[in-house]
């Protein structure tokens, strides 16, 4: 496998923690500490309840990182 292939995933915001990091939990219930990617923290806005895609190295899938957002919402419509 090469050291680049990341895995990607499908989660809800379950915890918002201080320095931009969030706790996502997945849909097959993993929970998963991320950070928001590179380009991505000018443009997105994460509050609680969001729906977000996560990137997860094979090494560590404990830890990963927000790179997109999907326009749907578990918690109220906008």
Not at 6 to 29: H, K, Q, S
Not at 46 to 70: A, C, F, W
Request: charged share 35%; glycine share 8%; hydrophobic share 35%.
């Amino acid at each position: 496998m090469p050291a680049r292939e990341m895995i990607r995933a499908e989660g809800a915001v379950e915890e918002m923690l201080p320095n931009r990091m969030y706790r996502v939990r997945l849909e097959n219930d993993e929970v998963v500490l991320t950070t928001v990617a590179g380009r991505a923290r000018r443009g997105l806005r994460i509050l609680h309840g969001d729906r977000v895609t996560v990137e997860m190295s094979p090494y560590d899938l404990s830890r990963g990182r927000i790179t997109g957002k999907s326009d749907e919402t578990e918690g109220e419509k906008r």
